[in-house]
Every structure is written in structure tokens, then in C-alpha cells.
């Protein structure tokens, strides 16, 4: 089947079906396992897409550890993200508009217990340790498949039971399920997003951005219809548009990879430390800094202007190695 037709097909199931799911979790948005379920809707249609159309086994999607170094930006970009959004932001606050970001240390709080709450910067450290502890079961599938572990456990099986090496792939990731839960939501998008999509395109990555960048958008419509989002038309606007702009880096980041881990723990890292340092906008909740938390915020108007800047220098670097590879 020509790639078109697959992209065509992969769309056409995933957004129906994140939707639905979408549709039963705004009717009660305390069910944040539909949330997570929703997340992990484009791996579904993305494994099932890949077998039936290629064959293809779910670790297609690059579950091998690819090198330190898109680890290492996978981490740190978010980082990067929220210092430029704080940079903007006091920036505008020193013209003089002193509400408009506040350093709140005191109610970014997590409950451990009801008897037990952390403040401040005691919070921040449980947010650093879960990000660290949680990253380390996809560390060790990456590695166990880095290292063909797999494939050895099948070569060491009698023939008649070559077939439970599927049984060991599946037990390499009980420990992601234990940490992240029933549905790694973060994990499921990436290997629907990246894993599928994008690698469709990978060696055509303007083609690649053009696609996910709206699909990606679209996949996030049922959040401006929640109560912390609905009746900002604006807004949400600029919110989507946001999500469109950052699937440009993400898609750059699993190209330079060829993994789906680099995308996941850059978009578990995001998930942590953009509500944690600019406030939530999916709930409200207060951050480290806060005030104009709509404008500032790493999926608000000064997430849109750095990955938007990020997405531009992309845009053209993509566009000279296609004129090059054209030139020869």
C-alpha cells in the first residue's frame, strides 16, 4: 500500500477514536484514565496499521537505544523552553506590568497522603525525583533492546518454543506499566505520532512536520471544550497552535534518534516540568511561577513564539540538505 494511503488510513482512525474517547472524558473530567487511555489511542492504531499493511511488529517503531545525546536534549529542551518563557515574561513584567508573573514557590504543593503535603521547593524535589525514577524503565527496555536481549532469548529457546520470546519483550515493559500506569500516555502518542507517522516520512521531513503538526493540533481539540479551557476562543487558538508548531522538534528529535524513546521522554519531561514551572493549563493548577499563566506557559502564546522560533531554523535546515541531496 503507497505511504499516502497509509498516513490517509492511520489519521482517519486515530483522531475518531482519541475523540470518542475525548467525548466520554469531558463528561466527567475527573476520569483522567480516559485522559491516559486517549494518549495511548494513536499506538493502538499505529500497531494495528503497521501489521496489517506491513507486517510490521510493534518494536518497528525503534525501541533500541540510539545514543546519550537525543536522551540528553529530550531532557533538557523543556528546560530550555520554560527559561525562554521566563525570560519574556519578566522581561515584560520589568516594563512595568508587575502582576504579570509571580514567583509562588509556596503553592506549588503535592499530596502524598492526607495527612501529608509538600511545599515549595520540598515539592520540586519529589516533581525531580518521579521525573528521574520514571524515566528509568524505558532506559532499561531501550537498553535490553540495544543489546538484542530479545532476539537472544529466542535464539536460546527450543524451536518449539521460540515463540515465548514475545512473552519476554511484553515483561520489559511491566515495569513501565507499574510507573506509568495501565496506559503510559506519553509512550502510546509517540508511537503513534512519531513511531508511526513521522516514520513513514522520515527521510522527508517538511513532508513529515506537514502532516503531524495539524494532526497532532487536532488530537488535543477535545481539551479546549474542559472547564479550565472552554469560553477563551483566543485562547485556545493559540494553544492548538502550539501543539502544531512543537510537533516540528518533536519530529526532529526522532528523526536524529530513530527511536521513540527520545520522544517519549521528551514529551514525559514536557508533561512534568511545564505545568511544575509555568503552571497547568489543562487544570489550573498553580506552578512555580504564576500570574498571566495563559500567556507565558510552554503551550500559551511564549511556548508558541520559542517553538515556533525552534520550528523556523528547522524549516530551513531541512530545506538546504533537500536542495543538496536534490543538487546530486
Known amino acids: 500500500m503507497p505511504t499516502r494511503r497509509e498516513t490517509i488510513w492511520f ?9 470518542a474517547v475525548g467525548a466520554l472524558w469531558l463528561h466527567d473530567e ?89 511545599h515549595g521547593f520540598a515539592a520540586l524535589g519529589f516533581f525531580a525525583a518521579i521525573w528521574l525514577v520514571f524515566l528509568l524503565p524505558w532506559l ?30 511484553v515483561l520489559l515493559f511491566v515495569p513501565t506499566f507499574l510507573t506509568h500506569g495501565i496506559f503510559p500516555g506519553e509512550l502510546g502518542e509517540e508511537m503513534g505520532w512519531r513511531g508511526y507517522l513521522v516514520r513513514r516520512w522520515v527521510d522527508r521531513p517538511l513532508v513529515a512536520a506537514a502532516i503531524t503538526m495539524p494532526v497532532w493540533a487536532s488530537f488535543h481539540l477535545p481539551i479546549i471544550f474542559s472547564t479550565t ?32 524513546w527520545p520522544c517519549a521522554v521528551l514529551h514525559f519531561s514536557w508533561n512534568i516540568w511545564n505545568p511544575v514551572l509555568l503552571g497547568d493549563v489543562y487544570t489550573g493548577h498553580a506552578g512555580l511561577f504564576g500570574g498571566q499563566t495563559r ?25 538546504r540538505e533537500s536542495e543538496t541531496r536534490d543538487a546530486h
Open 30 to 118: 475527573h476520569r483522567t484514565i480516559l485522559i491516559r487511555l486517549l494518549m495511548c489511542v494513536p499506538a493502538f492504531v499505529a500497531i494495528g496499521c503497521a501489521w496489517a499493511f506491513r507486517r510490521e511488529p510493534p518494536r518497528a517503531v525503534g525501541f533500541a537505544f540510539t545514543g546519550w545525546k537525543p536522551w540528553l536534549l529530550a531532557m533538557a529542551y523543556p528546560f530550555l523552553m520554560s527559561g525562554f518563557c521566563l525570560l519574556l515574561a519578566f522581561g515584560w513584567r520589568a516594563l512595568g506590568h508587575s502582576g504579570f508573573i509571580i514567583f509562588q514557590p509556596e503553592l506549588l504543593t503535592v499530596h502524598l497522603s492526607k495527612t501529608m503535603t509538600l
Open 295 to 319: 500567556i507565558f506557559n510552554g503551550e500559551a502564546l511564549f511556548g508558541l513564539i520559542f517553538n515556533g522560533l525552534v520550528a523556523l531554523w528547522l524549516f530551513r535546515k531541512w530545506r
Open 11 to 19: 489519521i482517519a482512525l486515530a483522531l475518531p477514536l482519541s475523540w
Open 229 to 260: 479551557q472552554r469560553g477563551h476562543p483566543v485562547l485556545n487558538a493559540v494553544f492548538l497552535l502550539s501543539i502544531a508548531v512543537a510537533a516540528v522538534p518533536f519530529a526532529a528529535v526522532y528523526r536524529w534518534g530513530r527511536s521513540v
Open 140 to 169: 532499561l527496555a531501550a537498553g535490553a533492546y540495544r543489546w538484542q536481549w530479545p532476539d537472544k532469548v529466542k535464539a536460546a529457546l527450543p524451536a518449539k518454543l521460540a515463540w515465548l520470546h514475545h512473552a519476554f519483550r
